[in-house]
């Protein structure tokens, strides 16, 4: 039996061990250890992996029983749904997930950009509980960004957003917009109520650097990660970003967030792939409706050029889990290319009415009405949640709640145009959060501000042609 080794890579200046994986045909594995990112267990982040003393176990294991039920345990996730709710109830110290849970999500940079980003938090008085940067501020996405110095994106997730912008507008007023006069009430009005729930400040200077960072409610980031309700900020974390500053409850539900869009990138999927095309789609999910792909406000290369210059990063992030997916096998491969390593994904109906069943519950709401038209059925007539308690193969404490597909689920999973129809659901849930967000940038950002943005963003456009057209 041929197999393929992806060998794990060591950076001496980091220190980080990337996980080694065995591709054989037939069976994927996952060995060794992944060595969490140096500097990640401080005060405001960390793994799991922290000693208890014997009365810590007692105070958390109540909360560690029922936590019990809705996370990860050695390689078995909770299917069912899971409001933001029950997790901000349920989930609040990393010592109630197993150990090294969600690793893959902590993606390494260079040490010194590493620092200087965990250094520009501390430049905030108002309290900054979850944090990440993106984009190509931070991770290369080709030559064309190379020529310039891009503004680092920053996301800062946070508590109570009318008392963090009331502490940010009284120590940085320049920060923003004439929206400042009207009070902290009106720009949290603003961030929650319009858009993706996201307040954005471009071109602010600090730290030695230019940066555009955007403020979130916790409880808003958490429903889209688990419910796509907009795929804004769900849909950058589908990409590999810096976590800045941790938090485990959005560790979980971004957990949860990366399995559901395996599954989408599945279903859009043909039964034969590659890894590069299924990191292809997975990146191309978020930006599917989004209007800045339609007009000369974005890179039309944007996809490719994230996908093909962070591999490692793709992979690091999302091997583990489809690791444990069972309906993803390897067909081929040779060692160390990712673009030739093919893919088989199990098409029986009854497998991916499952994965129908599992995805996140205001996307699939979508699913489900269009396809009530469609086949001519109420999915009500069928038990479209069946809630079956299943003993993980690894766990040691109970069952593991999974969400199987009803008949219905079956129906949507074997319909000719599932493809087309599951791009439909993507484009309908992201367009409009996507444009009203866009919208009110005009208003957050102010004039010169914006122009500015929209200026960078048609020299993106340009350059993005310019490039694809010398390729050809």
Known sequence: MSSLILKSTRSAARGVAMPRVLLTEGKRFMTGSVTPDPGSQSRFTGFASVSRSPTDTQKSSSSANNASRIVWTDGSFVEGDVSHEKLAREITMFSQLPE???????IPIDNEMKERLRSTLWKFKAPIRFAFAYGSGVFSQGRSYQKSKPQVDLIFGVTHTQHWHSLNITQYPDHYSFLRRLGSGAVSYV??????????????????????????????????LL??????????????????????????????????V????????????????LYHTIASI????????????????????????????????????TDTLPNIQIASGYDGVSETVKLVQDMDPVRRGNMVARLPCSFRKKLYARYTTVLGVDPSQYSTMQEVSKPSSDASEGAINRTEGSKFDQLVAEHPDLRAE???????????????????????????????????????????????????
């Not at 090294?100 to 902590?106: E, I």
């Not at 309908?428 to 009110?440: A, E, G, M, N, R």
Request: glycine fraction near 6%; hydrophobic fraction near 35%.
């Open 100 to 106: 090294n849970f969600g690793v893959n999500q902590h």
């Open 191 to 224: 961030q929650d109520n319009l858009g993706a729930g996201v307040y954005f400040n471009p071109y602010v200077e600090i730290n030695g650097m230019t940066v555009k960072y955007g403020v979130v409610s916790v409880d808003t980031l958490c429903r889209d």
């Open 227 to 260: 419910s796509w309700d907009t795929l804004y900020l769900s849909g950058r974390l589908h990409k590999p970003v810096k976590i800045l500053r941790d938090d485990p409850r959005i560790r979980l539900a971004n957990q949860r967030n990366l399995f559901s």
């Open 262 to 277: 395996i599954r989408t990138a599945l279903l859009l999927l043909p039964e034969k792939f590659t890894e590069q095309e």
């Open 286 to 321: 978020s930006y599917m409706g989004d209007p800045r792909m339609n007009v000369a406000a974005e890179n039309p290369n944007k996809v490719k050029n994230i996908v093909d210059n962070q591999k490692q990063h793709f992979h690091r992030l999302y091997a583990p889990l």
């Open 422 to 472: 599951v791009a439909r659901a993507i484009r309908h849930t992201v367009s409009w959060p996507s444009s009203v967000q866009s919208v009110k940038g005009l208003a957050t950002a102010g004039l010169s501000k914006s122009v500015k943005y929209l200026g960078e963003k048609f020299s993106k456009w340009r350059a993005g042609k310019q490039s694809a057209s010398e390729e050809l």
